[in-house]
């Protein structure tokens, strides 16, 4: 059996309201985290990428957050529980090469998981109008990760 642990960058407006740095502290407590899972030998630890919530998702970033995890832990699998793909919100040959360093920086531990996102009110402040606009971009897309690895000229224009 395989053990994993989920991080979401959780930070409530109430520990925020009585100490104005929780959000530091919350990321150092899923550091401090992860750093156990890796001591006590579980598989994985994966982080999500959230944009324009309160409280529920603080990791925007996710990838600086894997990257700094990756200096921190030894054996410990780093994955993306999602990277958004749609185009707007992350470019996909962006994504391709920071997945790639990503593998680089963690050894080889790196587990990429990508997505839509969780709903309209993370995607309509990049100028999307919704998550069913994000489905063709999603199929569009999905489709050319392999070719970002594999051909040495590659580019996209996308739809």
Same mark, same amino acid.
């Given at each position: ?6 991080? !979401?960058?959780?930070?409530? +407006?109430? &520990? #925020?309201? !009585?100490?104005?740095?929780? @959000?530091? #502290? ?9 750093? @156990?899972?890796?001591? $006590? =030998?579980?598989?994985? #630890?994966? #982080? ?10 603080h990791l925007s970033a $996710? ?10 832990? /030894?054996? %410990?699998?780093?994955?993306?529980? %999602?990277? +958004? %793909? $749609? ?10 090469? &920071? ?6 920086? $963690?050894?080889? &531990?790196? @587990?990429? *998981? ?7 009110h993370e995607v309509t =402040?990049?100028? %999307? ?10 199929? /569009?897309v999905v489709r050319e990760?392999?070719?970002?690895? &594999? ?6 224009? *996308?739809?």
């Amino acid at each position: 059996m395989e053990f994993g642990l989920f991080l !979401q960058g959780h930070v409530p +407006n109430a &520990r #925020v309201a !009585q100490n104005p740095d929780y @959000e530091h #502290v919350s990321f150092m407590n899923d550091v401090a985290l992860a750093k @156990e899972a890796d001591a $006590s =030998g579980f598989k994985y #630890v994966w #982080v999500s990428e959230h944009h324009f919530l309160d409280e529920y998702s603080h990791l925007s970033a $996710s990838e600086t957050f894997l990257a700094y995890l990756a200096g921190q832990t /030894e054996r %410990i699998h780093l994955g993306s529980a %999602i990277w +958004n %793909i $749609s185009p707007p919100v992350n470019h996909p040959v962006r994504v391709a090469e &920071r997945v790639a360093m990503m593998d680089h920086l $963690s050894q080889g &531990r790196f @587990e990429f *998981g990508m997505g839509r996102g969780a709903g309209s009110h993370e995607v309509t =402040g990049f100028m %999307i109008s919704g998550n069913d606009a994000t489905k063709p971009m999603f199929e /569009e897309v999905v489709r050319e990760f392999p070719k970002m690895w &594999r051909q040495t000229d590659y580019s996209f224009d *996308g739809e």
